[in-house]
């Protein structure tokens, strides 16, 4: 049962934060975030040197995974095999970064990244400890679901 609405997650926290300072038990309560909305927030602009700069990262990090496994089990020169494994990732990585990118045809010519926002923060209780938490809210001054679910 929603106990009280609030326009931002600080807020909505407070109020279970409150909730537990009092020996409310706390483990029965939830913040639910309503009015979802899928925000995607533009980085950079994608080239294709770009793309394989960012393939010879992720080509050199899984090269030295290769190179440290062949390592392992290298008597002699261990470090020079590490090092062709960490070489040879990133040109793939590369290769592959700036085709793949390549393909795409300009379709996606930027980086981005997503994320959900809550427009409001319901705070819920269990139906039999409703009237519990509203008189704890009613002391802390907060207002509840009563007098602001608009």
Do not use: C, K
């Amino acid at each position: 049962m929603t106990i009280g609405s609030y326009p931002d997650y600080p807020a909505a926290q407070r109020v279970v934060d409150y909730l537990a300072d009092n020996r409310f038990p706390v483990e029965h309560s939830a913040i639910v975030g309503t009015n979802l909305t899928l925000v995607e927030t533009v980085l950079g602009r994608m080239t294709t040197g770009r793309a394989g700069l960012l393939g010879a990262g992720t080509g050199a990090w899984f090269g030295l995974f290769i190179g440290l496994l062949f390592g392992i089990f290298t008597v002699g020169n261990w470090l020079a095999v590490i090092l062709v494994g960490l070489v040879i990732g990133a040109i793939w990585g590369a290769v592959f970064g700036a085709v793949a990118h390549a393909m795409t045809g300009g379709q996606r010519d930027f980086t981005s990244a997503s994320s959900l926002r809550a427009g409001q923060y319901a705070v819920t209780v269990d139906a039999q400890l409703a009237d519990q938490a509203r008189q704890l809210l009613a002391r802390m001054g907060m207002p509840s679901a009563a007098t602001n679910a608009g």
